[in-house]
């Protein structure tokens, strides 16, 4: 199939201004769903993104309804159950996009040429087209009818906390975007905004930003650290553990819940706060071995983002797609395959603050991942704030994933383009750790430390916590949780 990379038709001035569009909105720019109100908004697909955007723009007071395939529809479908179960009206695509003014694709990323091929003839004139993911546009180059407005709004979410969040009467953050080759009106925004106040997001933070600033950070945090480092790291712990002796039942349980546990910490504040857990000595540990880590992974987390920027990743990808998915199933199954999925977790209790002395080894895996993240997205031009939220702040939703039904539940509920993304990263930092892990004992993993002495060298701690600390993750961290902790109270009431 012939595509073309529309990042890469740019010049590089053109490719350079879109990648640094970057600017955390204030909540006076705001105007509530306004611009979409007695609007009909039709979604086209009701899995992970499309429902629970759904829910959350239907109790903001908006006209929802979706449309399927006429297979989905005949066949009733997970995704006909999940709309007409929820008392959405749900109809074929000659039903319901006609009458159209907001059409959602929230279909996934490999069937978005496909479906904008059937969806876009039956659109109304001057309607909106709307995805939560830039590919289709970036790295596939479709083009859209010169009539129709085209916008992003993508939370930086797994599609159940969007509704959690909203819920908590709060959000996710959420990157908006108007693409420049389709805003014929010039209403783009004012609908953008509407769509992403009528999801919650404005209340967690929202970023203006482009659909290439979108793809090229998305892509890089779900291969590396928020998907792929979490799967290689869960695997390697878990094999460690069993080879040392450890119970399997306990192993089983301590690394599903490890990640999403520590982050909770990485959540409140960030790697400092995550670090600051631990006992002195088992900080240095930590610290010790994630600035291993980064040695060791750096040219990895660099080679994925240069072959985000350069296309190599997508065509790639796509070149999978066109093998009927050969290599997504091939690693599905592989992962499914791996002693710790297979590992069924015991009856044990483990408390929260074990998870931090006898996981040393994950707190390093957290920090080098999330450190080495945002280095190479900043390196490579993306802003501070978008690379915070593709690496720090979507860690922990990611791994409460895990924490549900371990790594099977974290791929089925990212896109295909993030369990792809994953696999293509974690299969390859396996091996590259392989010696790395020999070195590694319970000590840092399974059982703490053995020495229940607290005792650190001034001068080595005062280093690693002035390194920890003055981390660029750390510093536009503080002043995005900043900005969060704010609007909570604000949209709670409090
Ligand atoms: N998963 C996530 O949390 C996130 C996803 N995104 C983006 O959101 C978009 C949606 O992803 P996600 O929610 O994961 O997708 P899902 O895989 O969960 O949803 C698939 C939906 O699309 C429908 N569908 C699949 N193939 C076709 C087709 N050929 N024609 C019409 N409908 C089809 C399915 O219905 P059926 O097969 O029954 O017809 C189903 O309702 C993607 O662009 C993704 O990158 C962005 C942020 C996070
Ligand atoms: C992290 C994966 C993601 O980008 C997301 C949930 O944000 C996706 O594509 O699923
Ligand atoms: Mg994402
Ligand atoms: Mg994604």
Redesign the pocket.
């Known amino acids: 199939m012939s595509r073309k990379n529309y990042f890469n038709t740019l010049t590089l001035a053109q490719k350079l201004e879109q990648l640094g569009r970057c600017r955390f909105m204030n909540s006076s720019e705001f105007n509530g769903v306004e611009a979409l109100k007695g609007k009909k908004v039709v979604i086209?697909?009701?899995?992970?993104?499309?429902l629970n955007q759904g829910l959350n723009m239907r109790d903001s007071g908006l006209d929802v309804s979706y449309t399927?395939?006429g297979?989905?529809i005949e066949e009733k479908?997970?995704?006909?159950k999940?709309a007409t179960e929820n008392g959405f009206a749900v109809g074929t695509y000659e039903e319901m996009l006609p009458s159209a003014d907001l059409v959602l694709?929230?279909?996934?990323?490999?069937?978005?040429t496909?479906?904008i091929n059937?969806v876009q003839p039956l659109m109304k004139k001057g309607a909106t087209l709307a995805?939560?993911?830039g590919?289709?546009i970036v790295e596939e180059g479709m083009e859209i009818r010169k009539d129709l407005t085209v916008i992003m709004v993508?939370?930086?979410?797994?599609?159940?906390e969007?509704r959690e969040e909203y819920k908590r009467g709060f959000g996710v953050p959420t990157l908006l975007a108007v693409h420049t080759e389709n805003d014929p009106e010039g209403k783009g925004w004012d609908i953008a905004k509407a769509y992403a106040c009528a999801t919650g997001g404005d209340r967690a933070g929202c970023l203006e930003s482009s659909f290439i600033a979108e793809v090229k950070s998305?892509l890089m945090g779900e291969q590396t650290i928020l998907c792929g480092l979490l799967q290689a790291g869960s695997l390697l712990a878990y094999d460690k553990m069993i080879e040392e002796g450890i119970e399997a039942g306990w192993a089983s349980k301590f690394v599903q819940h490890s990640f999403d546990t520590i982050c909770e910490a990485l959540k409140h504040g960030g790697i400092t706060n995550m670090m600051d857990r631990l006992s002195n000595p088992a900080k240095l540990k930590a610290f010790e071995l994630s600035e291993e880590l980064k040695d060791i992974m750096r040219d990895l987390f660099d080679k994925h983002q240069e072959d985000i920027m350069s296309g190599a990743f997508s065509s790639g990808m796509m070149a999978d797609w066109d093998n009927d998915d050969k290599d997504l199933l091939t690693w599905r199954e592989a992962t499914n395959e791996t002693a710790f999925e297979k590992s069924t977790a015991g009856d044990v209790e483990i408390s929260e603050q074990e998870y931090f002395d006898k996981g040393i080894l994950m707190v390093a895996f957290v920090r080098a991942g999330v450190e080495l993240a945002f280095e190479s997205m900043t390196n490579a031009g993306i802003k501070e704030e978008s690379a915070y939220y593709e690496s720090l702040h979507e860690t922990p939703l990611i791994a409460n994933t895990i924490g549900r039904k371990k790594l099977y539940e974290m791929n089925k509920?990212?896109?295909?383009?993030?369990e792809y993304g994953c696999y293509l990263f974690s299969y390859a930092a396996v091996p590259l750790l392989a010696d790395f892990m020999k070195g590694i004992k319970t000590d840092v993993i399974g059982k703490g430390l053995e020495c229940s002495c607290t005792a650190v060298d001034n001068q080595e701690l005062v280093a690693a916590n002035a390194k920890i600390r003055s981390h660029g993750v750390e510093k536009i961290g503080t002043v995005l949780r900043g900005h969060m902790g704010a609007m909570a109270k604000i949209a709670v009431g409090g």
Not at 413 to 418: L, P
């Open positions: 086209v697909g009701c899995g992970a993104q499309g399927l395939r297979a989905a479908r997970q995704s006909w999940n694709n929230l279909t996934p990323d490999k069937q978005h496909a479906v059937a995805y939560s993911h590919f289709n993508a939370p930086k979410s797994p599609g159940t969007v998305d509920v990212i896109s295909d383009t993030a």
